[in-house]
C-alpha cells in the first residue's frame, strides 16, 4: 500500500510539473506583433496585412502556425542555407526571433482581409478557375485546391494557408515558382507535383478565382 502512494505521489509531481511547463511556455503577444509589423513589414504588407501592392501577399487572417513557418523558412540558420530562398525577407527576418514571428503572426491572424485584386474580369476566366479550383482536372490529373485549401479558401491549418482574398498576381508568382522548383518548402512537396500538371490558362484562372473568395 505504502508503495502504491509513493507511486501515486511521484505521477502527481510529474503530471504537475507537466501543467506549470505548458503554462509556463511564452504566448504570443499581438501587441508586440503590431509593433513589429508596423514598424518593419508595413511598407510591402501594409499596417494590417492587407497589402496593397499586388505582387506582396496579403497576410490579414491568415492562420498563425503558416505564417510563424514562412517566416522561420526565409530564415538562415548558421551555415545552413534559407528554406525558402528571397533576399528580401531574408533581410526583414534576420533579425526576428522565434518570438518575433510568433507575436507577428498572431497580430497577422487577427486582422480582416480584403478582397484581392484580380488580373481582369473574365468571366469565363473565373468559370475555369472556379472548376479546376473546386473539382481539378481528371484528365490531367490536377487536383482540387478545395481538398487541401478548403472549398470558401479558408485553408486547414497548421500545413495549409488561407488563399481567400490573395491577390492573382502573388498567387501566380507562387504557383510559377513552385513549377520551376524556385520554391520548394512545402509538405512532400505536394504543390510542385499539383502545379506540373496545371496548364498556363488554369494557373491564371484559378489565381483570379482565388482573389474573389471571401
Given amino acids: 500500500m505504502k508503495a502504491i502512494k509513493n507511486t501515486a505521489v511521484i505521477f502527481a509531481l510529474i503530471f504537475s510539473n507537466q501543467i506549470f511547463a505548458d ?8 501587441e508586440k506583433g503590431k509593433e ?3 514598424g518593419i513589414c508595413a511598407s510591402c504588407h501594409n499596417a494590417d496585412g492587407n497589402s496593397v501592392i499586388p505582387a506582396n501577399p496579403t497576410l490579414a487572417g491568415q492562420h498563425v502556425e503558416y505564417i510563424t ?3 522561420m523558412d526565409f530564415k538562415a540558420e548558421g551555415d545552413s542555407p534559407a528554406k525558402r530562398d528571397n533576399p528580401v525577407m531574408a533581410s526583414m527576418v ?3 526571433s522565434e518570438d518575433d514571428m510568433k507575436n ?4 497577422y491572424a487577427q ?4 478582397p484581392g485584386t484580380t488580373s481582369e474580369s473574365d468571366t469565363s476566366l473565373l468559370e475555369l478557375g472556379k472548376r479546376v479550383y473546386n473539382g481539378g482536372n481528371l484528365e490531367n490529373n490536377v487536383p482540387a485546391c478545395s481538398s ?3 472549398p470558401n479558401g479558408q485553408g486547414i491549418p497548421p500545413h495549409y494557408p488561407k488563399l481567400a482574398g490573395q491577390h492573382a498576381a502573388y498567387v501566380v508568382s507562387q504557383l510559377e515558382a513552385f513549377r520551376q522548383a524556385s520554391r520548394v518548402n512545402d509538405k512532400n512537396q505536394e504543390m510542385q507535383k499539383a502545379v506540373l500538371r496545371m496548364s498556363a490558362q488554369e494557373i491564371k484562372a484559378v489565381a483570379d ?3 474573389t473568395l471571401q
Avoid: F, G, R
Avoid at 509556463?24 to 499581438?30: G, H, I, K, L, R
Avoid at 507577428?104 to 497580430?107: D, F, T, V
Fill in 23 to 30: 503554462t509556463s511556455n511564452t504566448q504570443a503577444d499581438p
Fill in 36 to 38: 513589429i509589423a508596423t
Fill in 69 to 71: 513557418k514562412q517566416l
Fill in 94 to 96: 534576420a533579425a526576428l
Fill in 104 to 107: 507577428l503572426a498572431a497580430y
Fill in 111 to 114: 486582422q480582416k482581409s480584403q
Fill in 148 to 150: 487541401c485549401h478548403s
Fill in 209 to 211: 478565382y482565388i482573389a
